[in-house]
């Protein structure tokens, strides 16, 4: 059974940084693509940025460009988000993902998330 476990979540003032975690298990990390989605109050859930199962290839939405990095480490079975020059409009819960592409419809399973507020 796969599970992703996030934590990092918490309360920030605009232009702060966040580090989001995620510990997966369950099966093969390495060879699952890993992302990160967020969902805010009365909007969908969205994808935010993507690493391929090497790492070697990302993906970031455009509203987050410049602003967040994805990376993974394959030994610990762990992927990352840092946040940086968070924006109020970056209020949401953030929710880890494991799939097998870089893609939206590819991710299958998603963890419980972590609350990310920014105030103004």
């Known amino acids: 059974q796969v599970q992703l476990v996030e934590s990092g979540g918490g309360l920030v003032q605009a232009g702060g940084s966040l580090r989001l975690s995620c510990v997966a298990s369950?099966?093969?990390?390495?060879?699952?693509?890993m992302g990160w989605f967020r969902q805010a109050p009365g909007k969908e859930r969205d994808l935010v940025a993507a690493?391929?199962?090497?790492?070697?290839?990302?993906y970031y939405a455009d509203s987050v460009k410049g602003r967040f990095t994805i990376s993974r480490d394959n030994a610990k079975n762990m992927v990352f988000l840092q946040m940086n020059s968070l924006k109020p409009e970056d209020t949401a819960v953030y929710y880890c993902?494991?799939?097998?592409?870089?893609?939206?419809?590819?991710?299958?399973?998603w963890g419980q998330g972590t609350q990310v507020t920014v105030s103004s």
């Open positions: 993902a494991s799939g097998y592409g870089l893609a939206p419809h590819a991710f299958e399973y």
């Open positions: 369950g099966r093969t990390f390495c060879r699952y693509a």
């Open positions: 690493i391929s199962s090497s790492g070697f290839t990302t």
